[in-house]
């Protein structure tokens, strides 16, 4: 029997650029952001390898928004159509609300639709469907949607919102606490707060979004809050 | 023998590569190869416009290459020539097999390559910078492009030429290489030359393009996460 070797080539978090090889074995299996040619398993982005039992892949550091079914996003209304709305969702995929996808039952005949979301109101939104890759049903029957008529709108790099979530949701929940304001967080880089100190979580989360690599980052900001508030 | 700026034949011009120099831009590098700089910024995938440019099945590779008037020593008229249309095609043609344009139907990737000073070898440059910028952008890839151009001076194979260099030369090859998967996506000449040199010339770009991939690595490297 031939003794199967696996020789892992990059260690675990450590940083790729595309074409870097991983891992050469047929033993693993190639994840996110990673292809296997060969025998071997190359990374497709630039980002840090991750590797988790048999699956190998690769955390990106750079990029757009690609969205996934059940995300929540945060977009603005573009345009009115026939049966609904278009929405710019901060991704290359073009977003649709159709009217089935909102709360209140609309007869375009009686009803003018821009009244319920008019072009330029920010949403925040599921994602219901997806047709393809780039196709996107938006759907606000979801308890989180909503529509915001107050706060501020921040825009960070999509690959930086899972840092800003933290370990089941740690550092957002942190933020909330100690900052006593509400965020809703969209997957897609979008980012919405509302509170009495504004201006600080604006600089905290630019913070995170800049030092996301950072460990013991929850802690540093836990400390730079407690500051801020005295 | 040495060249005419000190060189051996088989050496490059100093090399500097530097990653994220645009802040605006989804992802950029700078290439100075010599007295030859190239800047290149990446916006994308996005949202295609007109619509009848979109592919179905796979992005749309879309590469601006230009020289900014004050790059050479006689002022370029700004806009795209007859010289700047061929060179955006085949810097298209020497990044298409290196990206995964599959994954984003429909939308477009641009591509702006600038060239602030020139001195022989501008499309090799674009092409070096666009890879690392493209890389810096997060777009999914096989591998990064590496190009360099060679020639042939008298008996010698010289490796990547200066301006000086290139209005003597037999012939001017300028190569882009895939160094993960060993293809050569880009390869042109003018000049005149044997068979034989051609082989012996390929060689040679092929080697300056590994150093040319260990930098760009290096410059990625130095981007994302430090020293």
């Known amino acids: 029997m031939m003794v199967v070797m696996s020789e892992l080539k990059k260690k675990n978090r450590e940083f790729v650029i595309p074409g870097d090889e991983i891992i050469r074995s047929m033993d693993y299996i190639p994840g996110k952001n990673c292809f296997r040619e060969g025998e071997s398993i190359y990374a497709k982005r630039l980002g840090l390898v991750e590797i988790t039992g048999r699956v190998v892949s690769v955390i990106p550091l750079s990029g757009v928004y690609i969205p996934r079914v059940g995300d929540m996003v945060i977009g603005r209304i573009e345009e009115l159509q026939v049966n609904g709305w278009l929405v710019d969702i901060n991704s290359p995929c073009i977003a649709y609300l159709p009217f089935s996808g909102v709360r209140e039952y609309i007869d375009p005949v009686k009803v003018d639709p821009l009244k319920i979301y008019n072009v330029g109101d920010m949403i925040y939104a599921k994602v219901a469907s997806m047709v393809g890759k780039v196709s996107v049903t938006l759907s606000m029957l979801d308890p989180r949607a909503r529509k915001f008529k107050t706060g501020r709108i921040l825009k960070i790099s999509p690959v930086k919102i899972p840092r800003l979530i933290g370990k089941r949701g740690s550092m957002i929940n942190l933020l909330k606490e100690k900052a006593r304001c509400k965020i809703s967080v969209g997957q897609n880089g979008l980012v919405w707060a509302e509170g009495e100190k504004i201006d600080v979580i604006v600089k905290v989360i630019k913070l995170i979004e800049k030092e996301s690599h950072v460990e013991g980052l929850t802690d540093m900001i836990a400390e730079l809050l407690e500051k801020e508030g005295s | ?227």
Request: overall charge neutral; aromatic content about 6%; charged content about 30%.
């Open chain 2, 1 to 227: 023998m040495k060249r005419i700026d000190g060189r051996k034949p088989d050496e490059l011009r100093p090399l500097v590569i530097k990653a994220g120099v645009i802040n605006q831009a989804d992802g950029s590098a700078m290439v100075k190869l010599g007295n030859t700089t190239a800047v290149a910024a990446v916006y994308g995938p996005r949202l295609l416009h007109p619509k009848h440019l979109q592919e179905p099945d796979r992005a749309y590779l879309r590469t601006v290459y230009s020289m900014v008037p004050f790059s050479t020593y006689e002022r370029v008229k700004p806009g795209p020539s007859r010289r700047s249309i061929e060179i955006c095609k085949v810097t298209r043609h020497a990044l298409e097999p290196a990206i995964f344009l599959e994954e984003f139907p429909k939308t477009v990737i641009d591509v702006f390559i600038d060239i602030i000073e020139a001195d022989a070898g501008t499309r090799t440059a674009g092409i070096n910078a666009a890879s690392v910028a493209l890389a810096d952008a997060g777009i999914p890839m096989k591998g990064l492009v590496s190009a360099v151009a060679v020639g042939k001076i008298n008996d010698t194979y010289i490796l990547d030429l200066n301006g000086k260099e290139e209005e003597e030369t037999f012939c001017d090859m300028p190569v882009a290489y895939i160094n993960r998967t060993k293809e050569v996506s880009l390869l042109q000449m003018d000049g005149k030359i044997d068979k034989k040199d051609i082989k012996e010339l390929l060689k040679l770009a092929l080697k300056g393009c590994e150093i040319i991939y260990e930098e760009q690595k290096k410059a990625l490297k130095n981007r994302w996460i430090g020293d």
